[in-house]
């Protein structure tokens, strides 16, 4: 009795601190806001020990599963060895995960700047672009999401994620390929690819016809992992680079095998991209990003002016994502996502047999996700259906991540250390839950 008496007082103590000393904007999942504290494997457990499976993984982001041996060891060492330097000095750990980097990416992509978030890394590629091609202008998606600093909200086309108002000049959104809701009213394939081609009319008549880059997330990670066609970036690559652009591939949800067979999303459409960022499960929750292209690229930055980050190339970080690394080409490359991967499509492709208001079911490997419509024909929007189910699922022991810009879409994306076994217990979850939901 008296032990529950500590641990009530101290989930209370924290919320009640969370609401005096943390800005109010804050966006806490459930209506009972979750303090955790402490995590192991693929669970993790509130302050009042309820024990949950995580599928969302710190927003994709622990990517070998939380408080790894191999991950907590690395850091340990390295922290015991040098914790900071900025980018004013080499070290062992930087360097080492530039070459791990180098031997991941596809093609041409060799080299890496790191910084501190994907923010960061979209920030860098930008930069990047307009310095190589003396242009301005960019060319974003709508739905998309690039972080919450002023230009990540720019090029971002979400309207609840661009607080302030925010607006740099220069970027430009085109339709995004959302086949399920899309704004042209169009079918698959019967389409034409006219999402695709819309990225060349926005570029005549929106711009100077001169543009710096295309950003697009390989599949749309806040938008509610909205999955593009198979034609899609070869159309829109070959349209950027007749307009002198680079096309930039934000692989920051994407990366590092999380969608199966490849370790980097945009693999899958056959493109090479000129530039990419990566973050979030690149150090399986060490603030890390990075962004790397070809060397002649990154050659344009030399004499263009003086840049540093002071906790770019972080030792401690460096050393988690090596280690990181290491897990995932051991036990978690994109093989096995895409194997239990598959066991987690299949099953939600049968629970929205059962459930009329699943939508859609969408995304690749361990990243899918759950549409939630008030009914199918009219695919009208259900976001308090989308809010009751994360309250259930949560009761069941199951935490999970939502998104869309209506916010009606369930973010299913487990460490990807996630074995068949773990799937079949939060699909089980995910069904009970299910068999409760009302939508009104």
Known sequence: ????????????????????????????????????????????????????????????????????????????????????????YPNEAHVNLAEKMAHLAPGRIQLSYFTTSGTDADETAVMLARTHTGNQEIIALRHGYSGRSAMGMSLTG????????????????????????????LQYPSCGMACAHDVEDVIRTTTSGRIA???????????????????YFKIVAEIIRHFGGLFISDEVQTG???????????????????????????????????????????????????????FGGNPVACAASLATMEVLEKEAGPQHVARVGKVLRTGLERLMEKHAFIGDVRGMGLMQGLEFVRDRKSKEPAPKATS??????????????????????????????????????????????????GVD
């Open 256 to 310: 590092f095998g999380r969608t199966g067979g490849k370790w980097f999303g945009i693999e899958h459409w056959e493109v090479e991209p000129d530039i990419m960022t990566m973050a979030k499960g690149i150090a399986n929750g060490f603030p890390l990003g990075n962004t790397m292209t070809r060397p002649d690229i990154a050659a344009s930055t030399t004499g263009a002016g003086l840049t540093i980050s002071t």
């Open 158 to 185: 979400h309207s609840p994620w661009r607080i302030g108002g925010t607006h740099i000049l220069g970027i430009k959104h085109a339709i995004n390929p959302y086949c399920y809701r899309c704004p042209l009213k």
């Open 1 to 88: 009795m008296e032990t529950g008496k500590i641990t009530t007082t101290k989930k209370a103590e924290i919320l009640d601190k969370q609401k005096k000393y943390l800005f109010p904007n804050h966006l806490l999942y459930y209506t009972e806001p979750l303090p955790l504290e402490r995590g192991e494997g693929l669970y993790v457990w509130d302050v009042e020990g309820r024990k949950y499976l995580d599928f969302f993984g710190g927003i994709l982001t622990t990517s070998v599963g939380h408080n790894r041996p191999e991950v907590t060891q690395a850091v340990q060492e390295q922290a015991g060895k040098l914790i900071h330097s900025s980018t004013l």
């Open 213 to 231: 880059a295309f950003l697009a997330e390989p599949i749309q990670g806040v938008g509610g992992f909205i999955t593009p066609p198979p034609e």
């Open 388 to 437: 009751h189910f994360m309250e259930l699922c949560r009761n069941e022991g199951l935490l999970i991540g939502k998104g869309g810009l209506y916010g009606n879409v369930i973010r299913i994306a487990p460490p990807m250390t996630a074995s068949i076994e773990d799937v079949e217990e939060a699909l089980e979850l995910m069904g009970r839950a299910l068999t409760q939901v």
